[in-house]
């Protein structure tokens, strides 16, 4: 039997590390509570050169 490996979400949220700094720390305690997974990130450089990483999760449907 085969099982669907893709989760269903019912919830997207998005972080930017040049915005808010401590992004970091509030996407690990959503990913610690194995509720949300990592839908996919980016990283480059804003219009001023400095680094700027951003982050995409998902809550699944239980």
Known sequence: M???PLHKVSE???????IWPDEEVAINKLLATKK???LGCASGTD???SPMHEWVLGKIVP
Do not use: A
């Open 2 to 4: 085969e099982t669907n």
């Open 12 to 18: 997207i949220k998005t972080f930017s590390s040049s």
């Open 36 to 38: 949300w997974i990592l």
């Open 47 to 49: 219009r001023d050169g």
